[in-house]
C-alpha cells in the first residue's frame, strides 16, 4: 500500500478532530481513517495501518460513533461490545492481503460525536 504524507504535521488530537469533522456530512468509511493518519507521518504500512485502527479505536471507545455495515442504504450497527467491534475492525484493517482502504465499515456519529464534531469545527486547522 503506497500513501504519501503531507507536509504539515498534526498532534493526535487535531487528526481525531478532523476525522470526526467528516462525520458531519456523511457516514465514515476507511479511506476518511487513513487520510487523516498520514498527518502524523507514518513512515512504514504497519504504522500506518495501526494508527488508523488506533484512531478508530478511540473513536469507538469515546462513543463518538457506532461502527456496522451498509445495508439497503442504512446503516447497520455491529452487534458485541465495543471491544469486540474494535477487534473485528482490526482485524480487516490489519490484514497484510487486504487494502484497508477497501475493507468497508461505515461508521455513524452518535449525538456525543455529532456535538464534539460541532465543536471541533472551531478547532481545527484549514486543509487545502
Known amino acids: 500500500m503506497q500513501w504519501r504524507n503531507p507536509e504539515l504535521r498534526?498532534?493526535?488530537?487535531?487528526?481525531?478532530?478532523l476525522l470526526v469533522v467528516r462525520g458531519l456530512d456523511d457516514w465514515l468509511q476507511p479511506a476518511d481513517f487513513f487520510d487523516v493518519v498520514r498527518y502524523a507521518h507514518p513512515q512504514a504500512e504497519e504504522e500506518y495501518r495501526s494508527a488508523a485502527v488506533a484512531l478508530a479505536g478511540r473513536l469507538l471507545h469515546e462513543g463518538h460513533a457506532v461502527a456496522g455495515d451498509l445495508s439497503h442504504g442504512e446503516h447497520r450497527p455491529w452487534a458485541g461490545t465495543v471491544d469486540e467491534q474494535r477487534a473485528?475492525?482490526?482485524?480487516?484493517w490489519s490484514d497484510q492481503e487486504v487494502d484497508p482502504r477497501f475493507a468497508f465499515i461505515w461508521f455513524e456519529l452518535t449525538d456525543s460525536g455529532r456535538t464534539w464534531a460541532e465543536a471541533a469545527l472551531e478547532r481545527v486547522p484549514e486543509l487545502d
Open 88 to 92: 473485528r475492525m482490526s482485524a480487516l
Open 10 to 17: 498534526l498532534d493526535a488530537d487535531t487528526i481525531y478532530d
